[in-house]
């Protein structure tokens, strides 16, 4: 996953992590539907590369597949964005929580056909 956040120098002086019109650009960026999209493309790369991998493996190896993302729900600080999720009572649409709307419609996806995305 990623989580959108800067920390270390900041050019003209300070710090990247304490930059508020910065960490509210990348909070805001993390909200945005279009979040959703790039996570679909995140995944549709991920899938590619396994599928990949399997296809040219030599036998009697393995290609990775489990994905784990690192958060699920953990609010937005100055450290970056790092939850699919804000919060456990964010509705679940791809304006509230695109990141988790993704993410859910993959794990779904591989429950209902009973395999990896």
Known sequence: GQHL?????RPGGGR???????QN?????????????????????WGDIVVSSNNNKEEGTT?????????FIGQPSKWGSWGVKESYYHNDTVN?????????????????NNNAA
Request: aromatic share 14%; with cysteine; proline share 5%.
């Open 5 to 9: 956040g800067g920390q270390g120098p």
């Open 63 to 71: 290609a990775g597949g489990t994905f784990a993302h690192f958060s």
């Open 96 to 112: 509230d929580s695109p990141k988790w709307m993704t993410v859910k419609g993959i794990a779904d996806y591989c429950n209902t």
């Open 25 to 45: 650009l990348m909070i805001a960026a993390n909200r945005d539907p279009r979040m959703h999209n790039l996570y679909q493309a995140y995944f549709k790369l």
């Open 16 to 22: 990247m992590e304490d930059d508020v019109d910065f």
